[in-house]
């Protein structure tokens, strides 16, 4: 088992930063990749970007790119998403989420899917205002 803890959310202006942390603890040893969903209020979950665990590969949804870096901490167990020129569409409830998984997969498209992954944190606010 693994559980994940978000914090970082919170209330911004237009143009504004925030960088978003994940902590993960148990059974951390077995995570393959992490990623970060997000989803806003009468959306569905969405992906925002993933890294692979121990080479590193970093993913994101086109409508972050350039914008958003994912970054991870392996002594710490961290992941973190830094967020630049936050907008207000980027307002949602932003999900830290691991996988677990046997071999290697170079591929945005494996990782922008939920359902790869296996444990989810309870979610952090980001509220961007005009």
């Known amino acids: 088992q693994v559980q994940l803890v978000e914090s970082g959310g919170g209330l911004v202006q237009a143009g504004d930063s925030l960088r978003l942390s994940c902590v993960a603890s148990?059974?951390?040893?077995?995570?393959?990749?992490m990623g970060w969903f997000r989803q806003a209020p009468g959306k569905e979950r969405e992906f925002v970007a993933a890294v692979m665990w121990s080479v590193g590969n970093t993913y994101y949804a086109d409508s972050v790119k350039g914008l958003f870096t994912i970054s991870r901490d392996n002594a710490k167990n961290t992941v973190y998403l830094q967020m630049n020129s936050l907008k207000p569409e980027d307002t949602a409830v932003y999900y830290c989420?691991?996988?677990?998984?046997?071999?290697?997969?170079?591929?945005?498209?494996?990782?922008?899917?939920?359902?790869?992954?296996?444990?989810w944190g309870q979610g952090t606010q980001v509220t961007v205002s005009s």
């Open positions: 148990g059974d951390t040893v077995c995570i393959s990749a």
């Open positions: 989420a691991a996988a677990q998984f046997s071999g290697t997969y170079y591929s945005a498209v494996y990782y922008s899917d939920h359902r790869v992954y296996d444990y």
